[in-house]
């Protein structure tokens, strides 16, 4: 027999009543920047981050890929 577990909500009830993420109310908008403004017309670019250089390239099939 399936009983419902009162201490654990429903999934319908937990998706309808999400608990925010921590210090959610704190976060700020996430920039937004258009691909193409980034490449400039390349297909690969590099990416300084922490003293490493990561490259951010365009596929043929249009998606990206970002590799150490």
């Keep these: 027999m ?3 577990n ?3 909500p429903t999934e319908r009830a937990a ?3 999400p608990r925010p993420a921590s210090g ?3 976060a700020k ?3 937004s920047l258009a691909s193409s403004a980034v490449f400039n017309g390349a ?3 590099g990416i ?3 003293g490493e250089l990561y490259r951010l390239k365009i596929t043929r099939q249009g ?3 970002l590799t150490k």
Aim: glycine content about 0%; hydrophobic content about 25%.
């Design 2 to 4: 399936n009983t419902p």
């Design 6 to 8: 009162p201490r654990r």
């Design 15 to 17: 998706l309808s009543n």
């Design 24 to 26: 959610a109310r704190d």
């Design 29 to 31: 908008p996430m920039k």
């Design 43 to 45: 297909t690969e670019i």
């Design 48 to 50: 300084e981050h922490h």
């Design 63 to 65: 998606k990206l890929i």
